[in-house]
């Protein structure tokens, strides 16, 4: 049973509330009440509200933001219940992960690699038809294995995220962010980023990615600024006056939207205080599928 999202919220409100006067035999509210109903519909109005909150915060944005559903470690049913409300963008972690999905879920879902990208995986990531995004990449060995196995028929460029480490916190993947004071035109970003536009023509770099410090996160919605957010946003900034004095006109078509870098910034617990700073992608996991068990082994 698949009731349409404004039935489902509808029947799961109606049922939980004693004062309702709708009245619902027991077969009905067992089969409402089932996991696979229940888990469907909690999932469908999560999305919702989650939807709606990225609205709000990004009204006034000069383009509409991405909302990408992390769905790692969830099951295939959850990914379709935001599927067939017409949600297309997902996140994964781990890679194998993400290509048992995406043999298995809808041809049309964008998929988003978001985790750690170890150099043996990238073959295998490469080789997932509807792969739309890595946000993750950090050098430019990997960039060239990814370039190398991505299918000769693939229609479009493979969108390429760069991950800055904005936080400085060894637990974390990426590459130091760019100040005014560092040695920019030598920085590993600055020859990632050169790397990908000159050397691997399957690959379109669309942007920058960081995930902040757990503290500033959960502090976001007291703090004005965020100051991973604002460390992402100045390294974008000096990034691009790199590329456009390298590279001029001769290849916008090879890096960013409207000769603009995107940004993907903001999680659960503050992708609206990264909307309301410029970000053009947020993740969110929790907020929409709830809490995931734990997982020991990546794969």
Known sequence: MRFPRSLQSALLSASRDPHSTWIFSDTFNATLMSGSVQ?????????????????AASAGSSRPPTLVAVSKLKPAADILTCHEDGHLDFGENYVQELAEKAA??????????????????????????NLHTVQTLTSVKTAN?????????????LNIFIQINTSSE??????????AWSDVANSGVVQLAKSIITECPKLRLQGLMTIGALRRS???????????????????????????????????????????????????SDFEVALKAGSDVVRVGTGIFGERPKKTDEN
């Open 39 to 55: 888990r469907a519909a909690e999932v469908s109005i999560s999305l919702e509200e989650i939807q709606a909150r990225v609205e």
């Open 104 to 129: 298995a879920l809808p041809a049309d879902i964008r998929w988003h690699f978001i985790g750690t990208l170890q150099s043996n995986k990238a073959k295998t990531l490469a080789s997932i038809p």
């Open 145 to 157: 294995i990814l370039n190398d196995a991505l299918p000769a028929d693939r229609v479009s460029p």
């Open 170 to 179: 060894g637990t974390k993947s990426g590459l130091p962010p760019l100040t």
């Open 218 to 268: 959960i502090n976001a919605s007291q703090m004005e600024q965020n100051i991973d957010f604002e460390r992402l946003k100045e390294t974008r900034e000096l990034l691009h006056g790199i590329l456009k004095s390298t590279f001029g006109e001769s290849a916008q078509s090879r890096w960013g939207e409207d000769n603009r870098l995107l940004l993907s910034m903001g999680m659960s």
